[in-house]
T-cell receptor
Framework: DQQVKQNSPSLSVQEGRISILNCDYT??????FLWYKKYPAEGPTFLIS?????DKNEDGRFTVFLNKSAKHLSLHIVPSQPGDSAVYFC???????????FGQGTTLQVKP | KAGVTQTPRYLIKTRGQQVTLSCSPI?????VSWYQQTPGQGLQFLFE???????NKGNFPGRFSGRQFSNSRSEMNVSTLELGDSALYLC????????????????FGPGTRLTVL
């Protein structure tokens, strides 16, 4: 049972445009959500997080939106840059359990 | 501040052998979690240690075990290796549970690439 789903395995956008990566979850106990970026042969790098008491968190070019009623979150990258090309994972946890449940990842390609 | 370090970075073993992987968390972090990444299964949670105690466990067989030392460093052991254990094993550290807070972000090391022949 996949509790965190990223239904788009890949996404291609033009440099300078907006990238929108989506993530859905099923467990209503999740209260903390994170996005990680991963290059090949490296560990995931933390990008941005949001707790369930918020519906938006922004950090530079990265904004995460949370829609609790739809159990959906999204990561917006604007403007997209070629260096953003990587695999993006969303992850969720429940009440500081230390257990992250990851989505399958979305490969983002930003074309110059 | 130094990041999470994992040793070794690469390892080749044969079926039936055992392996021990090591993880040093970020200074001040007391929680260490382990994940397995495979192409078909994505990132799967193995277990988490906090204050030398296993706090959470994923759905892996008993061949996978771990421990944490008083300095928060952690080791993961896999016994009787199988071909399917070939994967990238990732360690992540965080501050650990804090009463009333839910913003416990995990930071990952570079991983240990294990190949079982």
């Amino acid at each position: 049972d996949q509790q965190v789903k990223q239904n788009s395995p890949s996404l291609s956008v033009q440099e300078g445009r907006i990238s929108i990566l989506n993530c859905d979850y099923t467990n209503s106990m999740f209260d903390y959500f994170l996005w990680y970026k991963k290059y090949p042969a490296e560990g995931p790098t933390f990008l941005i997080s949001i707790s369930s008491i918020k519906d938006k968190n922004e950090d530079g070019r990265f904004t995460v939106f949370l829609n609790k009623s739809a159990k959906h979150l999204s990561l917006h990258i604007v403007p997209s840059q070629p260096g953003d090309s990587a695999v993006y994972f969303c992850a969720a946890s429940a009440s500081n359990t230390g257990k992250l449940i990851f989505g399958q990842g979305t490969t983002l390609q930003v074309k110059p | 501040k130094a990041g999470v370090t994992q040793t070794p970075r690469y390892l080749i073993k044969t079926r039936g052998q055992q392996v021990t992987l090591s993880c040093s968390p970020i200074s001040g972090h007391r929680s260490v979690s382990w994940y397995q990444q495979t192409p078909g299964q994505g990132l799967q949670f193995l277990f988490e240690y906090f204050s030398e105690t296993q706090r959470n466990k994923g759905n892996f067989p008993g061949r996978f075990s771990g421990r944490q030392f008083s300095n928060s460093r952690s080791e993961m052991n896999v016994s009787t290796l199988e071909l399917g254990d070939s994967a990238l094993y990732l360690c992540a550290s965080s501050l650990g549970p804090s009463r009333g807070l839910i913003t416990d972000t995990q930071y990952f090391g570079p991983g240990t690439r294990l190949t079982v022949l």
